[in-house]
């Protein structure tokens, strides 16, 4: 891959991160305030919670693709990237337009969705 290409990705990837990161630390905070709100009937502590576990789950998220995201960030420092993690082809272009921190092929992606990888 050449360099310019190396950089669009880096510059993609890192906004992309820098996004997170921000929803990451807002998420928390939201998380926190929903605490200190002290609800008082029951109702108002079922929804407390309900925000808690959506909050929760879309956090979860962010920081599972935060991971993917640091990963292909790492395999732009090693020069590996857009190589498939599993059979080590190119990874389809537009692919990588779409979802610039894939791993896998879109053949591999396939398997892995099926549990056969
Ligand atoms: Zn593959």
């Given at each position: 891959?050449?360099?310019?290409?190396?950089?669009?990705?880096?510059?993609?990837?890192?906004?992309?991160?820098?996004?997170?990161?921000?929803?990451?630390?807002?998420?928390?905070?939201?998380?926190?305030?929903?605490?200190?709100?002290?609800?008082?009937?029951?109702?108002?502590k079922a929804a407390n919670s309900y925000i808690k576990e959506f909050l929760f789950h879309q956090s979860d998220d962010n920081r599972r693709l935060l991971q993917l995201i640091e990963e292909a960030l790492a395999r732009l420092e090693n020069g590996t990237y857009g190589e498939c993690v599993a059979c080590h082809q190119e990874v389809q272009l537009k692919r990588l337009e779409a979802v610039p921190w894939a791993r896998h092929c879109i053949e591999c992606q396939e398997k892995q969705e099926q549990g056969l990888l």
């Open positions: 891959m050449d360099k310019k290409k190396v950089e669009s990705y880096r510059k993609k990837l890192q906004a992309k991160q820098d996004e997170l990161l921000k929803q990451v630390s807002k998420s928390e905070q939201d998380g926190r305030e929903a605490d200190e709100e002290g609800t008082q009937d029951v109702a108002d």
